[in-house]
T-cell receptor
Framework: KAGVTQTPRYLIKTRGQQVTLSCSPI?????VSWYQQTPGQGLQFLFE???????NKGNFPGRFSGRQFSNSRSEMNVSTLELGDSALYLC?????????????????FGPGTRLTVL | AQSVTQLGSHVSVSEGALVLLRCNYS??????LFWYVQYPNQGLQLLLK??????LVKGINGFEAEFKKSETSFHLTKPSAHMSDAAEYFC????????????FGGGTRVLVKP
């Protein structure tokens, strides 16, 4: 089974631009979560999508948004990029059932997209 | 609210020596606890998880962790370090109330000396 894939792996943008990152979960996984990893703030939760709906959200400004498609693939978008948005963005998928709250199913992480904002 | 504290941002061990990485958590409800490892330029890989079954949890690559409720700890150990254990390790907590959100500790980078 293929793992979580993220594209692109590396990205360089300039301040003020916007960027879209893509995540393809493991086949059959319906939950996709996004995390930002920086040396200063560590790993921080951005948001989670399940069945095309945002189910949970972290404490990030509205410039950070995401969506999920019917095939569970997810994208996250960052508008009006700032220098501080430079980070490794990690996507994770998990096998969730229909019942809420979610179980403790393992989250499988992709290799990440390294975004550099100049 | 849930939080995780990892004591020591860097740990240096000799090959063959005990690896001990400390993790303390704060949670008002029963937590699910995880240890992840991250190798350079890679994502996170699950080492092991505690889900309220056995308090001593065995994971991959010879790692294990013990859940101690009285100490709110979930320390990670490995009896004998290998060079391949050099990586960054993250402790994480999750609760039903927080959904699928993982809250991570600051990470501990392990250096293994030959």
């Amino acid at each position: 089974k293929a793992g979580v894939t993220q594209t692109p792996r590396y990205l360089i943008k300039t301040r003020g631009q916007q960027v879209t990152l893509s995540c393809s979960p493991i086949s059959g996984h319906r939950s996709v979560s996004w995390y930002q990893q920086t040396p200063g703030q560590g790993l921080q939760f951005l948001f989670e999508y399940f069945s095309e709906t945002q189910r949970n959200k972290g404490n990030f400004p509205g410039r950070f948004s995401g969506r999920q498609f019917s095939n569970s693939r997810s994208e996250m978008n960052v508008s009006t990029l700032e220098l501080g948005d430079s980070a490794l963005y990690l996507c994770a998928s998990s096998l969730e059932g229909l019942a809420a709250p979610p179980s403790y199913n393992e989250q499988f992480f992709g290799p990440g997209t390294r975004l550099t904002v100049l | 609210a849930q939080s995780v504290t990892q004591l020591g941002s860097h740990v240096s061990v000799s090959e063959g020596a005990l690896v001990l990485l400390r993790c303390n958590y704060s949670s008002s409800v029963p937590p699910y606890l995880f240890w992840y490892v991250q190798y350079p330029n890679q994502g996170l890989q699950l080492l092991l998880k505690y889900t309220s079954a056995a308090t001593l949890v065995k994971g991959i690559n010879g790692f294990e962790a013990e859940f101690k409720k009285s100490e709110t700890s979930f320390h990670l150990t490995k009896p004998s370090a290998h060079m391949s254990d050099a990586a960054e390790y993250f402790c994480a907590v999750r609760t039903k109330a927080a959904g699928n959100k993982l809250t991570f500790g600051g990470g501990t980078r392990v250096l293994v000396k030959p």
